[in-house]
Every structure is written in structure tokens, then in C-alpha cells.
């Protein structure tokens, strides 16, 4: 069974910066797809940022210039450096690993952007 275990999310006023990791169990790690997702009150769950096993990135308009994914194979994390963080970014954050057929979530974690 594969674990996926989220961590640094937080509060933080706007403009500031919030870095969240996410730690996932198994032993193929490097050939999992990751992603990270949010969903914000009464809104579905959206695509933030994804990276490939061969470490192509994508990402949703909103975060470009503002959101850096990557990953550590040899630690096997996935993490998600936020900037020039916004009110519109107050969300539950989720880990996602995807490999073949199989999609795996973390718990999630909260971000909250606010003075």
C-alpha cells in the first residue's frame, strides 16, 4: 500500500512564501507521476502542478512564475515551493501519485493566506 504523507502547510499573509512536502512510502517511487492539488470551501479539487517521472513540470495559469514543483527521488518527496502567495490560494493541498491505473492522495494539508 502506498502512503502518501503531506507536511508545511500553514498560515501566512499575502506575499509571503509557504514550502510543502509530501513524503510517500514504496519502493518505485521515481517512476510515479506526482501532482499537487487544491480545493478551496464549496469549490472541486483543481490541478496545481504536476512533474513527470523524467521531471517535466506543468501548471495550472493561476500559480505560474509564483509556484515551483520538485522532486527528490533518492528521498522520495515531491514538494511545492509557494511565493508571492495570495488570498485565492487558501486551500486544503494534496499530494497526489499516479502510476498506470493507479492514483494514490495524501490526507492533505491546509494553506491559509490572510493578514
Known amino acids: 500500500q502506498v502512503q502518501l504523507v503531506e507536511s508545511g502547510g500553514g498560515l501566512v499573509q499575502p506575499g509571503g512564501s509557504l514550502r510543502l512536502s509530501c513524503a510517500v512510502s514504496?519502493?518505485?517511487?521515481?517512476?510515479?507521476?506526482m501532482g499537487w492539488y487544491r480545493q478551496a470551501p464549496g469549490k472541486q479539487r483543481e490541478l496545481v502542478a504536476t512533474?513527470?517521472?523524467?521531471?517535466?513540470?506543468n501548471y495550472v495559469d493561476s500559480v505560474k512564475g509564483r509556484f515551483t514543483i520538485s522532486r527528490d527521488n533518492a528521498k522520495n518527496t515531491v514538494s511545492l515551493q509557494m511565493n508571492s502567495l495570495k488570498p485565492e490560494d487558501t486551500a486544503v493541498y494534496y499530494c497526489?501519485?499516479?502510476?498506470?491505473?493507479?492514483?494514490?492522495w495524501g490526507q492533505g494539508t491546509q494553506v491559509t493566506v490572510s493578514s
Open positions: 497526489n501519485a499516479h502510476f498506470g491505473v493507479y492514483y494514490y
Open positions: 512533474i513527470t517521472s523524467s521531471s517535466i513540470t
Open positions: 514504496g519502493s518505485i517511487f521515481s517512476r510515479y507521476a
